[in-house]
């Protein structure tokens, strides 16, 4: 039988906040054990689980003993693949304290600017491959009906 982890544990294995884990746990997309003063365990196993669902290679399990051995093996884990789109480094250009980043993901190129430190730190340079995470609290995407789109059109030729 595997180890049983605290979540504070585990949570630092999987390199996310407790917070995030626990949020996890009570949607019931983790599965735990309950010790008798009814705090939460996730068994090794489910913590491997929980890293290899996340579409990244596996790291040893976590490497057992080294608390966020996978974050610090640069492996991503913990997100959804739907905010995650992988390409290849296109180009790099530094300025000043921001660098903006080419990304080809298929045949789209998404650019995004990020701080300079952020790229050394990643080690970023043309043809490597990287994943951008798109990070966003609400976006809306609509149709706009026939009467609408000529009241558009109509204004912003004015403008």
Known sequence: MSALLSVRAAADR?????STLKQW??????RTTRTRGG????SESEVTRLVLSQDSRPVSAA???KPGAAAAKGVLVALSGRNQLRGVV???????LLSQV????????LTAVITRDAVIELKLKRGDEAVAIIKATEVMIG???TDRRARYAEKTTRD
């Open 90 to 96: 296109e180009e790099v250009r530094n300025e000043g």
């Open 102 to 109: 080419r990304l080809r993901i298929g045949d789209q190129i």
């Open 143 to 145: 149709r706009l009906s």
């Open 39 to 42: 705090h939460h365990r996730l």
């Open 14 to 18: 999987l390199g996310v906040s407790y």
């Open 25 to 30: 746990i009570y949607d019931g997309s983790v």
């Open 63 to 65: 490497a057992p003993g």
